[in-house]
């Protein structure tokens, strides 16, 4: 329904790799990116009078899916989905629900769908409504942004341990693809009452979805407890569900110390175990338990972020009362900028020097805007990637593994990394040219959630492993790099093969939903060994997760075609 044109719109793949980078916000053009519409189809027979249609272009977040300009439009009321959609499972139309386009992955639309696609867009943005159900549940309205989510919360006294650093993304978004922050216990902290260490996806206590009801005959809002079996696999659906609104479990409001550094070499940050000091990430995340590093591609030094729970002002620390506390990542000097637009225009050799300014532009910033050492609200630092940062591409995967083996896990991984960037650059090719990043959480446990009997989401990347308790740590790995870069497919092929290649003692690895997965030369999501075989094979209910979502869209109305390729229809 939603394939990529087969008519000649301008748009090609070649062309719309080639054209992205986005320095400071806006967006530096090398090729065609703007597709070129085909002729404006009428208008979708049937749809609903009351709900206004319009025709947009669907961009992501990093500008690699485009498309033509789509039939859009915007609902304010979980009622107005459950209405589309039964319109479009008469007119045999496809229905994808979005927020703010921040993802990688073609979760929404495939790029280049054309303009006669039998599909509509729907914005959920205006429904964004939010409500304590009691002192410690909030109620979520698919559109709700995450910064006013956080917002609200402190305003009644109440958080969320972890969320996904931007803080444009909505609650139905970040939960549709097990959208995670940056947090384990530090040594001797307890997990906060309704707290999870997991992703916001194992705070979900109540959901509702419009789903098939085989009864009425049509598609219903349904609504689901945590303890029920068929909220599974809608916990993190993968895109492939229309939620309307959640309830999530919250934690009684906290203050963290927020602590930036960029003089710990990657030697010992990354250091093996057995020469592991007290500057190695594990040792960091026994002191301070939530520790991010964005490691700069060809450098030395790391930029090292670690939050404390830290209940009063350290005396040396700097009080902050709003998110988004780094500028000099917003906006890119003018010599950073520079160098970056001379790589994207092919000036490949200079990759080092860009990513040296990089590292030293954020090690000046970091000291310019007193952020060595902040403190403050929880939601002050949760986020702090903002819209305007540099737009890059990412392929990430994460490794649940047993605490005490993180450190045998980025050693490990971060010596491929390197090893890789080695080889690529004997060729003269560079295709890592911006960071790994390194988070690390807890796995989705049934025992964090405050409903007895609680499921596990059955598609979460950090779902726990069967049989192997003791796999309690998840280690997100992220390599990122500007839109076109040349050779990205075959590194990131590279970059896969050691996820499918790692031994089962160090524990079990899965890709990150909303990121680049699936490598061959030809880009992401076109390995079919890795979609068919080796995907599905990571989660151990992932056939009965997928025979229960196509129970509740037995039509595929939300499918695209990643889906039908990742998760065929079950058989019968």
């Not at 693809?177 to 384990?184: D, E, F, I, K, M």
């Not at 040792?283 to 991010?292: C, F, I, K, Q, Y």
């Not at 979502?549 to 039908?564: K, N, S, V």
Request: proline content about 6%.
């Amino acid at each position: 329904m939603d394939q990529p044109c087969a008519h000649d719109t301008g748009v090609t793949r070649r062309k719309l790799v080639k054209g992205g980078l986005a320095v400071a916000g806006t967006w530096t053009l090398i090729g065609v990116v703007t597709p070129t519409s085909a002729e404006a189809a009428e208008t979708p027979p049937g749809f609903p009078t009351d709900i206004a249609l319009q025709r947009n272009v669907f961009q992501n977040w990093d500008g690699t899916i485009v498309t033509d300009e789509l039939w859009t439009c915007e609902i304010t009321t979980p009622e107005q989905a459950e209405t589309i959609v039964n319109w479009a499972a008469g007119a045999d139309y496809r229905v994808r629900p979005r927020g703010f386009g921040h993802t990688w992955s073609p979760l929404v639309v495939e790029s280049g769908t054309c303009a006669d696609a039998a599909v509509v867009v729907v914005d959920t943005t205006g429904m964004a409504a939010m409500s304590m159900v009691d002192g410690e549940r909030v109620r979520l309205q698919a559109g709700a942004e995450m910064t006013q989510v956080l917002s609200f919360l402190s305003t009644h006294g109440r958080s969320l341990i972890g969320a996904p650093a931007p803080g444009d993304v909505t609650v139905a978004g970040v939960l549709a693809v097990n959208g995670h922050g940056t947090n384990v216990a530090a040594s001797g902290e307890g997990l906060a009452a309704g707290g999870t260490y997991g992703t916001l996806s194992n705070a979900v206590v109540e959901l509702t979805a419009v789903v098939w009801d085989e009864s009425a005959g049509k598609y219903t809002l349904r609504t689901f407890q945590r303890n029920q079996p068929e909220i599974a696999p809608l916990l993190a659906h993968v895109g492939r569900a229309f939620v309307t609104e959640v309830v999530l479990q919250t934690v009684a409001n906290y203050n963290l110390r927020c602590r930036n550094t960029t003089l710990i070499p990657a030697s010992e940050l990354f250091a093996a175990p057995e020469s592991a000091g007290p500057r190695s990430l594990s040792a960091l995340l026994d002191r301070r338990g939530r520790v991010g590093i964005i490691w700069y591609a060809m450098t030395q030094y790391p930029w090292v972020q670690t939050w404390q729970v830290t209940p009063t002002e350290p005396l040396l620390s700097s009080a902050r009362y709003a998110p988004f506390n780094y500028p000099f990542a917003d906006r890119l000097s003018d010599e950073v900028a520079s160098l970056i637009t001379q790589v994207t225009q092919g000036a490949h050799s200079l990759t080092p020097k860009a990513t040296a300014a990089m590292m030293y532009a954020t090690r000046a910033g970091l000291v310019a805007n007193g952020a060595l050492d902040m403190w403050g609200e929880a939601k002050n630092f949760i986020h702090f990637v903002r819209p305007t940062t540099l737009l890059v591409s990412a392929g990430s995967h994460v490794v649940i593994t047993r605490r005490d083996q993180v450190q045998r896990v980025v050693a490990d991984f971060t010596t491929h990394y390197q090893e890789l960037i080695s080889t690529y650059r004997s060729r003269g090719q560079y295709p890592a040219n911006n960071v790994c990043e390194i988070r690390v959480t807890g796995v989705d446990r049934s025992e964090d959630v405050t409903v007895d009997g609680a499921v596990v989401p059955s598609l979460s990347s950090v779902t726990p492993v069967p049989g192997r308790p003791e796999l309690d740590t998840a280690v997100w790995l992220d390599v990122l790099s500007l839109p076109g870069t040349p050779g990205t497919g075959e590194f990131y092929a590279e970059i896969d093969a050691w996820f499918r290649n790692l031994s089962s003692e160090l524990g079990v690895a899965r890709p990150e939903w909303s990121k680049r997965f699936a490598h061959t030369a030809a880009g992401p999501w076109t390995d079919d060994r890795e979609l068919k075989d080796w995907i599905p094979g990571q989660f151990p209910a992932w056939q009965e997760a997928l025979t229960g979502l196509d129970a509740m869209d037995p039509q595929g109305i939300f499918r695209t075609p990643l889906h039908d390729r990742l998760m065929p229809r079950s058989e019968g």
